[in-house]
């Protein structure tokens, strides 16, 4: 699938947060009954009683309940402009694990869950005690995924570190493909590249995902092994991968961050193959024909940012919503294959202006596309809902 497929895309359900949000889960967790009012008392009930994800949990409880939680949201790939604090399942999560560690502060346990959710919100240093405190004590000194956590924490920094890290989650789950991917990247930071690509090349055999960004990972360790024609076939595997990821899950901006960094991976690879064989005009083509792709992909990535912009300056209370900032949200969402959307706002605005021509026009050719498209709106619109 070629970026210039990509921009007909759906490109759907972002997000964007309100205080609404962050008001609710407050009310779920201080309300009468809510997660929070389970631990009022210093001494709980073995089944507290309440509202909210961990009603009438035991502490113990309530902490295997918070472990889900968080690797839900670690693993759900979430819109990298998202505030985590202000999830509704974050805020909660976080309460009841703080109002654990008050009543119980050594709960190593506790603290290992609530470094994750700190690592989530993009508090890593604060973390990092915490965790090491936990693989240190009973309760987490077998936990591979522990140690994998601490190995992603130390390899900006201290990769050597996180070489250990990684080594230790690998004896404890020899057949999990994150640490050794992991710690192929570690070895990649220390410039250990055949070590580097004996480990992605684990990580690839262990994977059951079909992770885009392990062939990424082994393009890399190639490229500085110098072995070019391998590592643009790693390079070209990671695109083809990760185009289905997108093309599988179109909502997943993660995703199309992704795909443009394979882009400029293959891009790298085929620039070094060019240099190394002069001659080889098939290697020119690919460059040419990859600079439009990416240039297409940035192009989907900036109307997408132009949407966003937009969709959250609506819920400024001040602004004055004008027919051409409503134009201009419809224009952007047709352009990302958001026709529903984009419908949707042309309707708003022409009840707002019913005159407004360049509105009337587009509405007119969105409706010849997409017939089945016009009556689910029109339903909508009769019933007062947004499809």
Same mark, same amino acid.
């Given at each position: 699938m070629r970026p210039t497929d990509l921009l007909r895309q759906v490109i759907t359900n972002f997000g964007v947060h309100t205080s609404a949000l962050c008001l609710a889960g407050a009310c779920l967790l201080m309300g009468p009954g809510g997660a929070l009012a389970q631990f009022d008392d210093p001494t709980p009930p073995s089944r507290p009683q309440g509202a909210g994800t961990y009603a009438g949990m035991s502490p113990d409880e309530a902490l295997n309940k918070a472990l889900e939680v968080v690797t839900d949201l670690e693993e759900s790939e979430r819109n990298p402009d998202e505030v985590q604090e202000e999830r509704a399942d974050y805020i909660e999560t976080m309460a009841i694990v703080d109002k654990i560690l008050e009543i119980d502060p050594l709960n190593k346990t506790a603290g290992y869950v609530k470094g994750r959710l700190n690592i989530l919100a993009g508090r890593p240093r604060s973390a990092l005690p915490m965790i090491e405190e936990y693989v240190s004590d009973p309760a987490g000194q077998n936990d591979w995924r522990?140690?994998? *956590?601490?190995?992603d924490l130390y390899i900006s920094s201290f990769p050597k570190h996180a070489v250990s890290k990684y080594r230790q989650a690998i004896a404890l789950a020899e057949n999990e493909a994150e640490p050794v991917i992991g710690l192929a990247r570690a070895e990649l930071k220390l410039s250990n590249s055949e070590s580097a690509v004996e480990q992605a090349q684990n990580a690839i055999r262990l994977d059951k995902k079909g992770e885009s960004s392990y062939q990424a990972t082994l393009a890399e360790a190639l490229l500085m092994d110098k072995k070019y024609e391998d590592a643009e076939r790693a390079a070209e595997a990671a695109v083809k991968m990760s185009e289905e990821e997108f093309g599988r899950n179109p909502e997943k901006k993660t995703l199309l961050i992704d795909l443009q960094n394979h882009y400029e991976l293959r891009l790298r690879c085929i620039t070094h193959l060019a240099a190394l064989y002069p001659e080889r005009a098939d290697y020119v083509v690919q460059l040419a024909q990859i600079w439009q792709d990416?240039?297409?992909?940035?192009r989907v990535v900036a109307y997408h940012q132009a949407v966003l912009m937009i969709e959250r300056s609506k819920t400024n209370p001040q602004l004055k919503v004008s027919p051409e900032l409503l134009y201009e949200e419809a224009r952007l969402n047709r352009l +990302?294959?958001? %026709? %529903?959307?984009? &419908?949707? +706002?042309?309707?708003?605005?022409?009840? &707002?202006?019913?005159?407004?021509?360049?509105? *009337?026009? &587009?509405?007119? *050719? *969105?409706?010849?596309?997409?017939v089945g498209l016009t009556e689910e709106n029109t339903t909508a619109a009769a019933s007062g809902s947004t499809p």
């Open positions: 522990a140690y994998k *956590i601490l190995g990416k240039a297409d992909l940035e +990302v294959s958001r %026709d %529903d959307k984009a &419908l949707n +706002v042309l309707n708003e605005l022409l009840q &707002l202006d019913p005159s407004f021509a360049p509105a *009337i026009e &587009l509405k007119k *050719i *969105i409706e010849s596309e997409n």
